[in-house]
Structure formats: structure tokens, C-alpha cells
């Protein structure tokens, strides 16, 4: 790989630029009214982080608790293979958390760094759910079920769990976690200390100063503050991203007028999108 050398810029009489770029929020589509970190979503944004020729190295800001397994890997192999082609490092800064895919998100980088404060790690999988079958009795409700395939109504929460489809799922959680776990050896390497804490790989999750001794971060520091120790004071940030406005967030962006019944449809949707997104950041305490 070819890092920055400040030789060469100061002969030139540019200054260092690095692009940021934040990965913020749950991982995969939060649903129509909401929409998290996809790879659909972040492509023009990683395209513009890495391809300006002037751009010296490309900074991730990462605080995810996770979310979709097949977008977190969508994510970070489009952040390596863009490394890749254009030659530059990848430095990712934890925030508050970089927890299971979000830790997936940070491992793209070449490098970690992350707070005193915040939570690294949570290297496996979950499915968490509820079983509704009593409650609709109590309404008086009938569910009418008809599928084609004796197990396409596997896990359905309106009929009592099922032995067989708990090992299926199981089965599949396995496989995903043995594919994480593969990720994360294949970027940490020797880094791991696996022997200073036998459930290293196994969900748990530490304060950044602990993810440090265990290997899954290089050391702490503010992006601003090493950065420009690293590449000189005169280093530009582009920031990448932006807000998206009240409309697009409760996903009634369009040319069409918003009528008064898609407006409560968006705000309720999003209402229900929100809740979910807060149980899943609750898991580390935030």
C-alpha cells in the first residue's frame, strides 16, 4: 500500500486531504419510513470518499450497534475493494459503539482507533423476537394459514415454537458467525489476543480502552487531533454526507403532494421504526 508521504505534497505545496465519511446508525433498511446503512445507500458516498485523485486517505466515523449481517459485509467489501483501487488507507474512529456489524463496518478499515468511552466488539449473531399465540385466543381472533411447503411457516410468532425450527435458525446463526468471526481474523490477524479472554469471538463486548489490549482496535484518538499529527497541521477533512430533510426522513419525498393519510402513515411508520431502532442501541447501554 501506499501511504502519504509529506515529502512529496510539501514539494508540491498541497496540503493533505482526507475524506470522512460517516457510518451512523443501524445497518440495513430500516423500513419504507426510515432508512439505515445499505450499500445502495453509501455507494455514491464511498465512490466520492475514495476517487478524487487529490484525496491522501479516507477516514470511516463509525458508531453502529449493527443490524444486517448481508449489508455489513456488502459495506465493508465495497469500502476494501475502493481501497484497493485507488491505493489509499482507511482509518476508522469509533463514537459511542462499533458493535457487531458495526464492528464488522470498523474491521474494513486498516486501522481502528476509538474512545476512552466507547463500546467495541458483540462479535456474533442474534434473533430476537415474540410469540403472539395466546394472545389472539384472548381476542377471539382466528389466524388462517395456507403454504405450499410443510416449513414455510417457520418461526411464524402466531403458532407455539417449534424444536425443529429453533435448530434450523441455529443452524443458520452458526453459519453467519462462523463467516464474522472469518472476517475478523482475516483484518485483525495477529492482533487478536484471544488468550487474555477465551470469548473474544463469542458476542461479548468492551470499553474502547479493553478492545485495545484484546486487539480489536490499534489504540485511541480523536480523528481531527490524529490525523493532522499524522499528516501534518495544514490536513483538510472532507466531510461527507448530509441531513436529509423532515420529508425524506419520514420517507414522503417525491414530486407528488403529501396528502394528509400518508403523512400520518409516514410519521406512524416511523414512530414504529424508531422504537426498534432504540431497542437495538439500548443493548450497550445508549
Not at 58 to 70: D, K, Q, R, T
Not at 170 to 198: C, M, N, S, Y
Request: include cysteine; charged fraction near 25%.
Amino acid at each position: 500500500m501506499s501511504w502519504y508521504d509529506p515529502i512529496v505534497d510539501k514539494v508540491r505545496g498541497r496540503p493533505p486531504i482526507v475524506s470522512v465519511v460517516p457510518l451512523r446508525g443501524v445497518i440495513g433498511s430500516a423500513g419504507p419510513m426510515r432508512r439505515g446503512l445499505t450499500a445502495e445507500t453509501l455507494a455514491p458516498l464511498l465512490e466520492a470518499a475514495f476517487r478524487p485523485r487529490s484525496v491522501t486517505a479516507v477516514a470511516l466515523v463509525v458508531n453502529s450497534p449493527g443490524g444486517s449481517p448481508a449489508q455489513s459485509e456488502l459495506i465493508a467489501g465495497r469500502i476494501r475493494d475502493l481501497a484497493a483501487e485507488t491505493d489509499k488507507p482507511v482509518i476508522a474512529f469509533v463514537e459511542d459503539v462499533a458493535a457487531s456489524g458495526g464492528y464488522w463496518l470498523a474491521c474494513a478499515a486498516d486501522e481502528i482507533r476509538v474512545a476512552s468511552t466507547s463500546i467495541v466488539g458483540s462479535i456474533g449473531v442474534i434473533s430476537a423476537g415474540f410469540g403472539f399465540q395466546d394472545a389472539l385466543s384472548r381476542l377471539g381472533v382466528e389466524r388462517r394459514v395456507h403454504t405450499a411447503g410443510s416449513r414455510k411457516a417457520l418461526l411464524d410468532p402466531f403458532r407455539p415454537e417449534q424444536p425443529d425450527d429453533v435448530v434450523h435458525l441455529k443452524a443458520i446463526q452458526a453459519e453467519l458467525h462462523a463467516r464474522f468471526i472469518d472476517w475478523v481474523r482475516t483484518r485483525r490477524g495477529d492482533r487478536l489476543k484471544p488468550d487474555e479472554d477465551p470469548e473474544l469471538l463469542e458476542g461479548k463486548f468492551w470499553t474502547g480502552p479493553r478492545g485495545v489490549e484484546l486487539g480489536l482496535a490499534d489504540g485511541e484518538g480523536e480523528l481531527r487531533r490524529t490525523l493532522r499529527e499524522r499528516y501534518g497541521a495544514r490536513t483538510r477533512f472532507r466531510m461527507l454526507g448530509r441531513r436529509p430533510g423532515l420529508a425524506r426522513r419520514l420517507g414522503l419525498a417525491g414530486t407528488e403532494p403529501v396528502g394528509a393519510d400518508r403523512l400520518v402513515a409516514g410519521v406512524a411508520g416511523s414512530l414504529l421504526a424508531t422504537v426498534e431502532e432504540r431497542a437495538v442501541w439500548a443493548r450497550f447501554g445508549l
